[in-house]
T-cell receptor, first 115, second 114 residues
């Protein structure tokens, strides 16, 4: 079975600073990987996804993520954080080689942005 | 893409009662999912609901407590039965689309059980 670990429960960065949110996954085959953002009182919005090909993927709102198979990681990055980026971020993994499509989510990282 | 709506958006219920949550999708989808997000927690899959078959429940969730209906390719309901305060959560409907390969989420139903 697959699993996801987000080691950082809470991160605070200053507006304009760079951001990296960590995600490590466990899965025996090639995973498909997602990052979602959840703003207070809102549903989940897909930021980006990785299935195959180029290991650096670009998403919405200026986010990118890099898949590193050797490290079982899929870290999310943004070069310059905006106050509106304050939210909860979830990494999720799915199974490519089975018919199961439901994703397994990490515990989330809450991002706080200081002015 | 898929646009998902849920009703109700929130509710406060008394223990021992039941609440049915509706999920409507703007396109036909085969796979629908129900998740629970307890306060301050991540998402936990309750069940997968495919049209034309019985829902498949994850470990720790049972049909008697969370009966699900999937009458067609755009609609599903989740009932939370005999509620207790521990059922206070956000319940999210989700769908998987094949083109593109993505999972979309509804806005959630915030349930408080008193």
């Amino acid at each position: 079975a697959q699993s996801v670990t987000q080691p950082d429960i809470h991160i605070t960065v200053s507006e304009g600073a760079s951001l990296e949110l960590r995600c490590n996954y466990s899965y025996g085959a090639t995973p498909y990987l997602f990052w979602y953002v959840q703003s207070p009182g809102q549903g989940l919005q897909l930021l980006l996804k990785y299935f195959s090909g180029d290991t650096l993927v670009q998403g919405i709102k200026g986010f990118e993520a890099e898949f590193k198979r050797s490290q079982s990681s899929f870290n999310l990055r943004k070069p310059s954080v905006h106050w509106s980026d304050a939210a909860e971020y979830f990494c999720a993994v799915g199974a490519v080689d089975t018919g199961r499509r439901a994703l397994t989510f990490g515990s989330g990282t809450r991002l706080q942005v200081q002015p | 893409s898929a646009v998902i709506s849920q009703k109700p958006s929130r509710d406060i219920c008394q223990r021992g009662t039941s609440l049915t949550i509706q999920c409507q999708v703007d396109s036909q989808v085969t796979m629908m999912f129900w998740y629970r997000q307890q306060p301050g927690q991540s998402l936990t899959l309750i069940a997968t609901a495919n049209q034309g078959s019985e829902a498949t429940y994850e470990s720790g969730f049972v049909i008697d407590k969370f009966p699900i209906s999937r009458p067609n390719l755009t609609f599903s309901t989740l009932t939370v039965s005999n509620m207790s305060p521990e059922d206070s959560s956000i319940y999210l409907c989700s769908v998987w689309t094949e083109t593109p390969w993505e999972q979309y989420f509804g806005p959630g139903t915030r349930l408080t059980v008193t």
